[in-house]
């Protein structure tokens, strides 16, 4: 049973970072993709990032491209979100998802986390 869990969200000011961890258990990295999701109250799910977990490509939402990095460590079975220079409209529940079985990051995720919550204040 694949079961991913998220931590390390919180409440920064503006201009302050926070790093995501999403520890994944039963679950198969190679040739697969991992992806941060966010939502926030009132707005649709947004792809924050992802990663092929089988070469490492990673993918990038234009809002957060310079300031967030995603990337796995195999051994602990571990992701990770490394989120720098937050503002305001980063703030949401952040969640962490898992394909099964495609490497294709714009299918399916067949596994998601239960979201940490990030809050950025002005």
């Known amino acids: 049973q694949v079961q991913l869990v998220e931590s390390g969200g919180g409440s920064v000011q503006a201009g302050g970072s926070l790093r995501l961890s999403c520890a994944a258990s039963?679950?198969?990295?190679?040739?697969?993709?991992m992806a941060w999701f966010r939502q926030s109250p009132g707005k649709g799910r947004e792809g924050v990032a992802a990663?092929?977990?089988?070469?490492?490509?990673?993918y990038y939402a234009d809002s957060v491209k310079g300031r967030f990095t995603i990337s796995q460590d195999n051994a602990k079975n571990t992701l990770y979100l490394q989120m720098n220079s937050l503002k305001p409209e980063d703030t949401a529940m952040y969640y962490c998802?898992?394909?099964?079985?495609?490497?294709?990051?714009?299918?399916?995720?067949?596994?998601w986390g239960q979201g940490t919550q990030v809050t950025v204040s002005s």
């Open positions: 998802a898992a394909t099964e079985g495609s490497s294709d990051c714009e299918a399916d995720f067949a596994y």
């Open positions: 039963g679950y198969t990295y190679s040739n697969n993709c």
């Open positions: 990663i092929l977990t089988g070469g490492g490509t990673t």
